[in-house]
């Protein structure tokens, strides 16, 4: 009786000879050897199989193709001497095959292995002294009599590849053939390759990373597993890549290659030929289809970028009159694409229900297509099939709806329409189908990655200025484009700072890296300069302050930043750079340029740090543009480039459109990061203010000398004694207050502007007045401020440089 297990193993033996059957009947399959070694891993437990074959004076048996773990594990050379003591050199000198257990090994002193677990070793000819068989297995007892005989079924079964394009003896290679030496980099290639990557033999340097140049960044990884020895086995290789045509279009290439192991003399090569893979297949069956439309979904951020990804895979090899793909929401379609874009191109329902760009279509008014949503698959409907008309419309010669399922729901749909009749092959349905699958899947993606952009975009805004103020003598503008990369808060900010005298800061700056605690940073750095402005410190010590603040913050992060004081009155403004980029100017006469200007290091690099100041001169008409790294740096230029790009571009502006510019210096850079742009045009003041100051000594009649300054003062400026009388009374209430209520200077600052006077009183005690609640009969102090109030349209104080300023504001009459 037969026994069980011999029973299973008959079976096993049957099904190997089957498996072994099917690879053979297709020869030309370039992987063809590998999936017949995968067999000794499946029939016979094994944990590596490979072939070794002769060299070209037959006296090295080299290895050239491999399945399972890798060869280094078990102690395994690439070559072995057809001559020796090897067991390798005895089956391939007796013909016969050698099974060697783990204590057999442990005797045979060139089969050494590196590993301390056992393991056994089956070596077997080829037929036809081809080569030989090697394998190894792990299992306990070694090689069975089954396994042995799988193994031998697998031996036979082996049929060595088509030998390497080997150089003529003209020297050159096959017009499609390649040679890459692996310690170099150096590579030989055909005529025909040069003319697939579009370049001539004397252009060619022979270096393998000039092709490497020409391929699409996102192809690089695959094709350097292939290139690198490191990272591939011996063996056949296949790859389709992608490179860039001078047009800028990108071509699909196929790689065929083997790696060929080294010689005494000769190094380790990658041998094979490369094709252009649009010419081998022009059926739509073809897989490669399917890896393209991966390809472009896998880079594709937004759900506009997902669906021109689809339309671009489709449309074309289908040869389909249109295609439109949309979300389903509220059941409504909301179509994202439409190819053509033509309205005309559409059935009436959905010109009918057209919104702005594209159409929102409900899917009530086309029941056979939600019942196709309900089932989830892709559903085809020939020519003779009667559908209502906003899809009969759509596809007169035949028409595909592709559900795309994604997450346990359906993300959306995909119709597909010809004009004339249209025969659906079982190919083409499988296409259809796996694409709906990438592209549903790539569509809600694309939907959480557009939601998770708009609400960091929410956020960056949050953190900057809502609106900028209006400036006295200029017109200032701001922009701010969060990273088209990721979903992280970018660290750009501006500002517009409003100071006393016509003085206006403008703010612009960058915080290190694209996080939560850099957007946290931002908002602190921000607050910390407006503050230290509005104290009316000057540009230097603004950024001074604020960079000590940094450094007690003990944060990891630094800043960049750029602090720009402009005297609204004069014309003339004051730089300070901390480590960021400098100011350009647009001048009247339409010339540009970088303001040289000193700088500081970054913001929370060194607490000790000097940042000088820069003067700058506006005329009338003059634009001063501050910006980020993120408008002028990118992968293909550097910041010099770039700035000397932007200033191009500002001087080729019409500042009469301050708004126009700031969107067309946006328009035209080439950005992955965030970007903040803060432009400024200054036009001077159509009325310049006047100004007296005058120190006020701490004298007994010092309030008496201050009316009197303030009396010949304004009528120097045509102020009549009428008109003044209530200004000369503020005058002495807040001369007096200071002098009674603080130590130190005290300065009276008056400044008329069409028959508006503000007198302003500096003192250096940070304390504001405090205006009484209420004052009783007997009170000797307190009613200075509320006479104040009482004769001022308005009044306050602001700090200033530790100290205080407090004003009152008077119209004066006549």
Same mark, same amino acid.
């Given at each position: 009786?037969?026994?069980?297990?011999?029973?299973?193993?008959?079976?096993?033996?049957?099904?190997?000879?089957?498996?072994?059957?099917?690879?053979?009947?297709?020869?030309?399959?370039?992987?063809?050897?590998?999936?017949?070694?995968?067999?000794?891993?499946?029939?016979?437990?094994?944990?590596?199989?490979?072939?070794?074959?002769?060299?070209?004076?037959?006296?090295?048996?080299?290895?050239?193709?491999?399945?399972?773990?890798?060869?280094?594990?078990?102690?395994?050379?690439?070559?072995?001497?057809?001559?020796?003591?090897?067991?390798?050199?005895?089956?391939?000198?007796?013909?016969?095959?050698?099974?060697?257990?783990?204590?057999?090994?442990?005797?045979?002193?060139?089969?050494?292995?590196?590993?301390?677990?056992?393991?056994?070793?089956?070596?077997?000819?080829?037929?036809?002294?081809?080569?030989?068989?090697? &394998?190894?297995?792990?299992?306990?007892?070694?090689?069975?009599?089954?396994?042995?005989?799988?193994?031998?079924?697998?031996?036979?079964?082996?049929?060595?590849?088509?030998?390497?394009?080997?150089?003529?003896?003209?020297?050159?290679?096959?017009? $499609?053939?390649?040679?890459?030496?692996?310690?170099?980099?150096?590579?030989?290639?055909?005529?025909?390759?040069?003319?697939?990557?579009?370049?001539?033999?004397?252009?060619?340097?022979?270096?393998?990373?000039?092709?490497?140049?020409?391929?699409?960044?996102?192809?690089?990884?695959?094709?350097?597993?292939?290139?690198?020895?490191?990272?591939?086995?011996?063996?056949? /290789?296949?790859?389709?890549?992608?490179?860039?045509?001078?047009?800028?279009?990108?071509?699909?290439?196929?790689?065929?290659?083997?790696?060929?192991?080294?010689?005494?003399?000769?190094?380790?090569?990658?041998?094979?030929?490369?094709?252009?893979?649009?010419?081998?297949?022009?059926?739509?069956?073809?897989?490669?289809?399917?890896?393209?439309?991966?390809?472009?979904?896998?880079?594709?951020?937004?759900?506009?970028?997902?669906?021109?990804?689809?339309?671009?895979?489709?449309?074309?090899?289908?040869?389909?009159?249109?295609?439109?793909?949309?979300?389903?929401?509220?059941?409504?379609?909301?179509?994202?694409?439409?190819?053509?874009?033509?309205?005309?191109?559409?059935?009436?329902?959905?010109?009918?229900?057209? /919104?702005?760009?594209?159409?929102?279509?409900?899917?009530?008014?086309?029941?056979?297509?939600?019942?196709?949503?309900?089932?989830?698959?892709?559903?085809?409907?020939?020519?003779?099939?009667?559908?209502?008309?906003?899809?009969?419309?759509?596809?007169?010669?035949?028409?595909?709806?592709?559900?795309?399922?994604?997450?346990?729901?359906?993300?959306?749909?995909?119709?597909?329409?010809?004009?004339?009749?249209?025969?659906?092959?079982?190919?083409?349905?499988?296409?259809?189908?796996?694409?709906?699958?990438?592209?549903?899947?790539?569509?809600?993606?694309?939907?959480?990655?557009?939601?998770?952009?708009?609400?960091?975009?929410?956020?960056?805004?949050?953190?900057?200025?809502?609106?900028?103020?209006?400036?006295?003598?200029?017109?200032?503008?701001?922009?701010?484009?969060?990273?088209?990369?990721?979903?992280? &808060?970018?660290?750009?900010?501006?500002?517009?700072?409003?100071?006393?005298?016509?003085?206006?800061?403008?703010?612009?700056? $960058?915080?290190?890296?694209?996080?939560?605690?850099?957007?946290?940073?931002?908002?602190?750095?921000?607050?910390?300069?407006?503050?230290?402005?509005?104290?009316?410190?000057?540009?230097?010590?603004?950024?001074? @302050?604020?960079?000590?603040?940094?450094?007690?913050?003990?944060?990891?992060?630094?800043?960049?930043?750029?602090?720009?004081?402009?005297?609204?009155?004069?014309?003339?403004?004051?730089?300070?750079?901390?480590?960021?980029?400098?100011?350009?100017?647009? @001048?009247?006469?339409?010339?540009?340029?970088?303001?040289?200007?000193?700088?500081?290091?970054?913001?929370?690099?060194?607490?000790?740090? $000097?940042?000088?100041?820069?003067?700058?001169?506006?005329?009338?008409?003059?634009?001063?543009?501050?910006?980020?790294?993120?408008?002028?740096?990118?992968?293909?230029?550097?910041?010099?480039?770039?700035?000397?790009?932007?200033?191009?571009?500002?001087?080729?502006?019409?500042?009469?459109?301050?708004?126009?510019?700031?969107?067309?210096?946006?328009?035209?850079? @080439?950005?992955?990061?965030?970007?903040?742009?803060?432009?400024?045009?200054?036009?001077?003041?159509?009325?310049?203010?006047?100004?007296?100051?005058?120190?006020?000594?701490?004298?007994?009649?010092?309030?008496? @000398?201050?009316?009197?300054?303030?009396?010949?003062?304004?009528?120097?400026?045509?102020?009549?004694?009428?008109?003044?009388?209530?200004?000369?009374?503020?005058?002495?209430?807040?001369?007096?207050?200071?002098?009674?209520?603080?130590?130190?200077?005290? /300065?009276?600052?008056?400044?008329?502007?069409?028959?508006?006077?503000?007198?302003?009183?500096?003192?250096?005690?940070?304390?504001?007045?405090?205006?009484?609640?209420?004052?009783?009969?007997?009170?000797?102090?307190?009613?200075?401020?509320?006479?104040?109030?009482?004769?001022?349209?308005?009044?306050?104080?602001?700090?200033?440089?530790?100290?205080?300023?407090?004003?009152?504001?008077?119209?004066?009459?006549?």
């Amino acid at each position: 009786m037969v026994s069980e297990g011999a029973a299973v193993r008959g079976i096993r033996t049957e099904r190997a000879e089957i498996a072994l059957e099917t690879l053979t009947g297709d020869p030309g399959a370039p992987d063809r050897l590998r999936r017949v070694l995968e067999q000794a891993l499946v029939f016979a437990g094994a944990a590596f199989a490979g072939v070794y074959t002769p060299g070209d004076d037959g006296t090295v048996l080299r290895l050239a193709e491999s399945a399972g773990l890798p060869r280094t594990f078990f102690g395994l050379r690439d070559a072995y001497p057809a001559v020796g003591r090897s067991p390798a050199a005895e089956a391939y000198g007796t013909g016969r095959s050698v099974w060697l257990g783990p204590q057999e090994l442990a005797d045979c002193p060139d089969a050494r292995r590196t590993p301390s677990q056992e393991f056994s070793l089956a070596v077997l000819p080829v037929p036809g002294h081809a080569g030989l068989l090697v &394998v190894v297995g792990e299992r306990d007892g070694g090689f069975g009599p089954e396994d042995r005989a799988c193994l031998e079924l697998i031996a036979d079964a082996i049929v060595l590849p088509a030998p390497l394009p080997t150089v003529s003896d003209t020297g050159e290679l096959p017009a $499609d053939a390649f040679s890459l030496a692996m310690d170099t980099g150096r590579i030989e290639v055909g005529d025909g390759i040069l003319g697939l990557f579009d370049m001539s033999r004397d252009d060619f340097d022979g270096k393998v990373e000039t092709l490497l140049g020409r391929t699409l960044p996102e192809d690089v990884p695959a094709l350097m597993s292939v290139v690198e020895a490191d990272h591939m086995s011996i063996g056949d /290789r296949e790859l389709e890549f992608r490179i860039l045509e001078p047009s800028g279009s990108p071509k699909w290439l196929r790689l065929r290659g083997r790696m060929v192991p080294g010689t005494e003399g000769r190094p380790a090569r990658l041998a094979g030929t490369v094709a252009d893979a649009s010419t081998l297949r022009s059926e739509v069956t073809d897989v490669a289809r399917v890896q393209r439309l991966a390809a472009a979904l896998a880079t594709a951020g937004t759900v506009k970028d997902v669906s021109q990804a689809v339309v671009t895979a489709l449309r074309g090899p289908l040869k389909a009159d249109r295609i439109a793909l949309a979300e389903l929401e509220n059941e409504r379609l909301v179509v994202t694409v439409l190819d053509p874009p033509d309205a005309d191109a559409w059935p009436e329902l959905w010109r009918t229900e057209w /919104r702005t760009e594209w159409p929102d279509a409900p899917v009530r008014a086309m029941p056979t297509l939600a019942a196709a949503l309900r089932v989830g698959r892709p559903r085809i409907w020939p020519v003779t099939t009667a559908l209502e008309p906003a899809l009969a419309e759509v596809g007169p010669g035949g028409l595909a709806v592709l559900p795309l399922p994604a997450g346990g729901r359906m993300a959306g749909a995909c119709l597909i329409g010809w004009d004339n009749p249209h025969d659906f092959g079982p190919d083409e349905r499988a296409l259809l189908t796996a694409a709906a699958g990438l592209a549903g899947q790539a569509l809600m993606r694309a939907h959480a990655f557009d939601a998770e952009h708009e609400l960091v975009g929410m956020l960056q805004r949050a953190l900057l200025p809502r609106r900028l103020p209006r400036l006295p003598g200029a017109l200032a503008v701001a922009r701010y484009l969060p990273p088209t990369e990721g979903l992280e &808060v970018g660290g750009d900010w501006y500002d517009v700072i409003p100071l006393t005298d016509n003085h206006v800061a403008l703010v612009i700056g $960058d915080v290190q890296g694209h996080s939560a605690a850099a957007a946290t940073l931002m908002g602190q750095m921000r607050t910390a300069l407006r503050a230290y402005a509005a104290e009316g410190h000057t540009p230097d010590v603004v950024v001074s @302050h604020t960079n000590r603040l940094l450094m007690d913050m003990e944060s990891d992060l630094f800043a960049t930043c750029c602090y720009v004081d402009v005297d609204m009155e004069a014309g003339i403004a004051w730089c300070v750079r901390a480590g960021h980029l400098q100011p350009v100017l647009r @001048h009247p006469d339409g010339t540009t340029e970088v303001a040289r200007t000193e700088g500081g290091p970054p913001l929370g690099v060194v607490a000790q740090a $000097d940042f000088p100041m820069t003067q700058l001169s506006l005329r009338p008409g003059t634009l001063l543009a501050l910006t980020t790294d993120g408008l002028v740096e990118s992968r293909d230029a550097d910041i010099d480039v770039g700035m000397e790009r932007f200033a191009r571009d500002l001087g080729a502006s019409d500042p009469s459109h301050l708004g126009l510019v700031a969107d067309a210096l946006l328009g035209n850079a @080439h950005r992955t990061d965030d970007v903040a742009l803060l432009l400024m045009r200054y036009d001077g003041m159509a009325v310049l203010p006047l100004r007296e100051s005058w120190t006020v000594w701490r004298v007994p009649e010092a309030a008496r @000398h201050a009316r009197r300054f303030s009396r010949r003062t304004l009528r120097s400026w045509g102020v009549t004694d009428d008109a003044m009388d209530a200004g000369l009374l503020v005058v002495s209430e807040l001369v007096t207050n200071a002098l009674i209520h603080t130590d130190g200077p005290v /300065r009276l600052d008056l400044t008329l502007v069409d028959h508006r006077l503000r007198i302003a009183v500096a003192d250096g005690s940070p304390r504001s007045p405090v205006k009484p609640a209420n004052i009783g009969w007997e009170a000797t102090g307190g009613r200075g401020i509320l006479l104040v109030e009482a004769m001022s349209t308005a009044w306050g104080t602001v700090p200033v440089s530790g100290g205080k300023q407090v004003w009152a504001d008077l119209v004066l009459e006549g």
